[in-house]
């Protein structure tokens, strides 16, 4: 394909984007295909010569897009909404263009330059403290900083390896040798609860320590007390506690932790303290929800996705780190092949690779950094109070309905909830197991009728029914026929 040829099918795909994006509202979310539905339809080799892209663009309509699951459908509340903007698109279709690796300054000084400086502009536009941010305002360099992974799955197993880092220097600085430390590395112990996400076990799993999950309180959140029982029984078992995951909004209810108190134990015990703030991080870009954030300016590193929330396409995952040493220990390795700029160079000049798993990178600062200029700060805090606005008119609908209860507060954008089991069978108030089942077998109604697509989920021991609010192309519209569909369900399935 030649750029005369680029520049005429590269139109043809614009306008199918456009295209889908103007009819998004109108398919269902969920695609009704069986499991090995295109092994029917598509050859089992590659082609042995090429083929016409006007033959393939009829297969991603004839073929691909009946088994697409439309995350940008408005009706769409399985999980929490996948991001997406024209903004950050046309950034991407830059990132393409150039298709740099930029692992290091020197493999592209803008992409590294410009890393830099839109995690500062993010990390301001959070509230953050200066701490986190990389550059002074004089233009001199901290500790810390900010880098984009592509999940804040990743960013976890990051930040535990550094935290395990941390614990091993602190060995060593009590006079241990070598052998010795390595012999106590399998007693290290992290710490998560039972609604962190589920990347809190497997960043465990991944650098091979102990971790223990805590009970939450009532309120589905990790509090001080429950860390420091925890951590009295690992101690007592001779394990080493150096680790600890908070949740800013976690996914099963965004619940919040006790992130102050947890502070104060991580500070005593020398724990490196990490925050996923994956969701509702985003909405610290409105000053009126930071008081809920109180403990976040002590942590040693916290993530934000702005792929969720902040109108930025996957993937782009925020990390900030408020000292830098640990990080870059555990994740730095220097190779011949990878020269790094010499001397004193200030802030910009970050070896990225050291702040990561892999080696290479995207160039995902130009869509974040699109996003934010043509929405501004104005328009992302619109975005954000429009979808918590839209959240709490449904809690009150499903309050008013009186067959429904909400099950977590709605602070954010996700609305917990359940059909009372008086509402659904006057036998099962006294029955939870029935109770889960049936909410089951609604939710498995909902998505059967296509309108809409939604989850349940367990939250200790109860099934309860998700409903985030955050499609970037929803409206009012979608959460009304949400509530019409859930009323229309529940007395379809009841008679009630």
């Known amino acids: 394909m030649n750029p005369s040829e680029f520049r005429k099918y590269g139109k043809n795909v614009v306008d199918s984007v456009a295209d889908y994006y103007e009819n998004i509202n109108t398919v269902s979310p969920f695609p009704n295909v069986e499991p090995g539905y295109l092994f029917k339809l598509l050859p089992h080799e590659a082609p042995d010569n090429p083929e016409q892209f006007e033959d393939i663009q009829d297969d991603i309509e004839t073929k691909i897009m009946p088994g697409i699951t439309h995350w940008q459908s408005p009706n769409f509340y399985a999980w929490f909404s996948s991001s997406s903007s024209f903004p950050a698109m046309l950034g991407d279709y830059y990132s393409l263009m150039f298709n740099i690796i930029g692992f290091s300054w020197i493999g592209s000084p803008a992409a590294a330059e410009l890393e830099v400086l839109v995690m500062d502009w993010l990390g301001k536009l959070l509230g953050l403290d200066e701490r986190y941010l990389a550059l002074n305002k004089n233009g001199s360099g901290n500790r810390g900083g900010g880098a984009i992974q592509t ?4 960013s976890l197993v990051a930040c535990m390896a550094a935290g395990r880092e941390m614990a091993l220097d602190r060995l060593r600085d009590q006079g241990l040798n070598e052998d010795e430390v390595d012999r106590l590395r399998y007693k290290l112990t ?5 609604q962190t996400h589920s990347s809190g076990e497997k960043a465990a799993n991944v650098i091979g320590c102990k971790v223990h999950i805590i009970r939450t309180d009532a309120a589905f959140s990790l509090t001080k007390n429950a860390l420091l029982a925890a951590i009295d029984k690992d101690k007592s078992r001779g394990r080493i506690p150096f680790f600890v995951c908070g949740t800013f909004g976690t996914t099963n209810t965004a619940a919040i932790d006790d992130l102050a108190g947890i ?7 020398h724990l490196w303290f990490h925050v996923d703030a ?10 009126e929800f930071r008081p809920l954030a109180r403990g976040i300016e002590q942590v040693d590193s916290l993530s934000v996705n702005p792929h969720k929330w902040l109108l930025t396409n996957f993937d782009c995952s925020a990390l900030w780190i408020a000292d830098s040493k640990y990080l870059t220990s555990a994740m730095g390795i220097e190779r011949e092949y990878l020269p790094r700029v010499q001397g004193n160079n200030g802030a910009f000049v970050r070896e990225f690779s050291d702040w990561q798993i892999p080696l290479g990178r995207r160039f995902r600062a130009l869509k974040l950094w699109f996003v934010m200029r043509m929405y501004g700060a104005s328009g992302i805090r619109a975005h954000i109070r429009n979808h ?5 008119w449904l809690e009150a609908q499903l309050i008013a309905d009186g067959r429904f209860e909400i ?3 709605v602070v954010f ?3 917990v909830f359940r059909a009372k089991p008086c509402a659904l069978n006057s036998r099962t108030s006294e029955y939870q197991d029935q109770a889960n089942k049936l909410n089951d077998d609604l939710v498995k109604r909902i998505n059967s009728e296509g309108s809409v697509f939604i989850m349940a989920t367990r939250v200790q021991g109860t099934v309860v029914i998700r409903a985030p609010i955050g499609a970037v192309y929803g409206s009012v ?3 009304e026929l949400l509530l019409r569909v859930l009323k229309q369900q529940l007395s379809a399935a009841f008679r009630i």
């Open 413 to 415: 954008g996700l609305v």
């Open 388 to 392: 918590v606005e839209q959240a709490k």
């Open 190 to 194: 992290a710490y998560v609860s039972d």
């Open 407 to 409: 099950m977590a507060p």
């Open 151 to 154: 999940t804040a799955s990743e």
């Open 263 to 269: 502070a104060e134990v991580a500070r005593a015990e």
């Open 477 to 479: 519209k979608s959460t």
């Open 278 to 287: 994956s969701y509702a991080g985003a909405a610290l870009t409105c000053p």
